[in-house]
């Protein structure tokens, strides 16, 4: 109805910008290339582009670290091209959604220049310095990207916090100078008709500045749920502040990406009255194939825990927040890879996971090339990596003795690259004239747009056919949640209620055939009508049926 927010019916596709369509052949992506593409995504059906940072960056972390929040990335193109990118994008009807990363910023930004040159700059309480303690860091946190979170600066001997890499100083937020010129930035940005902003660990820019030591991991999240830096003290402070200086003003989508962030702190977080996000990404269903201490240590995932995370998302926020959706995105593994079978049954999985996601309640993610079923990829040295966070962690691993086949093991199954290769746009590669800047994943041939486009059974038309779905049925957006056989240790079933009309959505997360019993599913004797399968034949009248390798459907009674 009228008061709905457009963005609980939408369907977000994510461009990683550097990886999706070089449009001047040096090998890299740019955005007159996104503008080539965009009559692609139409087709595909999404209503909103998240792109990835596309402002000035020496890209030590690829974009993620801003040198200038109001120029283009030199590499991506110009400020025209940008508002060109916004004129077709909204002539087609889709939005496009910025990248804001404010947790910090780069090294190479003028704002870190003046501030590291004294103490008494104008900038130095834009960053957060503090002393070491007989030659030792303030204290023990780590980065994420490896070593110390805190690096010493020769000028004034004192050191500055970097959550992430050293070129990525952590912004001060206490400051409110500081806070202003963001919210001042933001406008500028939302000013130019874009569709709101993606927000980097956006729930990281509060933190206990007592700064005690902590974990040693800086994702360890404590058995109580705090940690030392994530939902910090002043968060939902300085969201409501945000949003009364400058969100308020426009009908924009706000996603918040919350690390270590629970069902109860994203009830606070989206819930509309509070004033704060929309909706946030959280990581429990991305951590449950890893050990305790890192996503290094791989761990098998348990379907059963799958399930109970979603629940407990899926129940936690209906009717009081908002869900995304999503699988995939430029720091994760592919999900064809992960969760389905990217060998004897690519396609069956692609379908059933893509089915699995974007029947749940909430907005959907859709990241470049998994309408595909792009997968991972194996490089065979360390060489051919290009993430920072990789890198890093080899290093380190390799200073600890550690072999380089079992590192190799953790990259090619947890690595960020293997969401970074470039686009599969033609059987012979269609990304580049040139050398790519990352080397192409090499089963390219299988794997591209144009043969998907081709091929009427393709994952392609899966995802274009959910999309549509959404579009016309309320229940997908508004139903309530039910999990069904929550101990199966292979399917996933469940249901969506909505008044009178009841959908149910069997998923097979394995190689095996499994018995579904209608009765278990309390629809014996119903007869079911076919929504959306990525098998043919459905026998739905008797009183059982075999689901079959990586099946999926939904029905509806
Ligand atoms: O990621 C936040 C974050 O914590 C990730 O680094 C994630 O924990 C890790 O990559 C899992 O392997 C955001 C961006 O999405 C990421 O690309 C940036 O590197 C990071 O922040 C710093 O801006
Ligand atoms: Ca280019």
Redesign the pocket.
Known sequence: NGTEPWWKRSVVYQIYPRSFMDSNGDGIGDLQGIISKLDYLCKLGIDVIWL?PIYDSPND??G??IRDYRAIMREFGTMADFERLIKEAKYRGIRIVMDL?V??TSDEHSWFIESRKSTSSKYRDFYIWREGKDGAPPNNWGS?FSGSAWERDEKTGSYYLHL?SKK?PDLNWEHQPLRKEIYEMMTFWLDKGIGGFRM??INFISKDVRFPDGAVHP?QVFADGSAYFMNGPKIHTYLREMNEAVLQNYDVLTVG?M?GATPEDAQIYTNPENRELNMVFT?EHMDLDRGPYE?WDIQPLQLVDLKKNLEKWQQALHHKGWNSLYWN???QPRVVSRFGDEREYREQSAKMLAICLHMLQGTPYIYQGEELGMTNVKFASIEDYQDI?TINMYKEKREQGIPHEKIMESIYA?G?DNARTPMQWTPDGGFTTGVPWMQMNNNVNEINAESALANPDSIFYTYQKLIKLRKSHDIITYGSFQLLLSEHPYLFVYKRVLESEEWLVVANFSKRSEKLVWSDCDVEGKNGQVVIANYEHLEVNKKALEVRPYEAFVLSF
Request: charged share 40%.
């Open positions: 990835s972390d690829n993620y670290d990363v947790n910090h994420i992430f990525q980097d660990v994702e990406e690390p990581f996503k995105n430029h720091d966070e947890k960020r």
